[in-house]
């Protein structure tokens, strides 16, 4: 999505931008470190879970982007944490990791 603005310099375009994430934790963080380097992008938050299928990473990623296509109309941007460890082969935990945290908490 693409707004127009009339700016001090005459004609603007500023650029917004969606992060889709049920998390405002992370998009605050995003925001505070993308803020000073991108100024003329407003990006704003989109509070959708999308789906947490099984897969490899890639599988993860491309289930949310195709998931967030039919939610917003213009650029955006999803995010997964993935952590792969050495100890697991370099695949384990990976998309899985907030399952592995539960269940050391829980144990």
Known sequence: MVVE???????QMIKQ???ITGNENKFLQ?????????P????????????EIQGTINDVAFAKCKAALKIVD???FIED????????????PG????????????T
């Open 5 to 11: 603005s009339q700016g001090d310099r005459g004609h």
């Open 17 to 19: 931008i969606a992060f």
């Open 30 to 38: 995003f925001s505070q470190i993308i803020s000073n380097r991108l």
């Open 40 to 51: 003329e992008i407003i990006f704003k938050r989109i509070d959708v879970d999308l789906p």
């Open 74 to 76: 213009g650029p955006f």
């Open 81 to 92: 944490t993935s952590l792969c460890m050495n100890a697991f082969g370099g695949d384990l």
């Open 95 to 106: 998309p899985y990791i907030k399952w592995f945290i539960i269940i050391y908490f829980v």
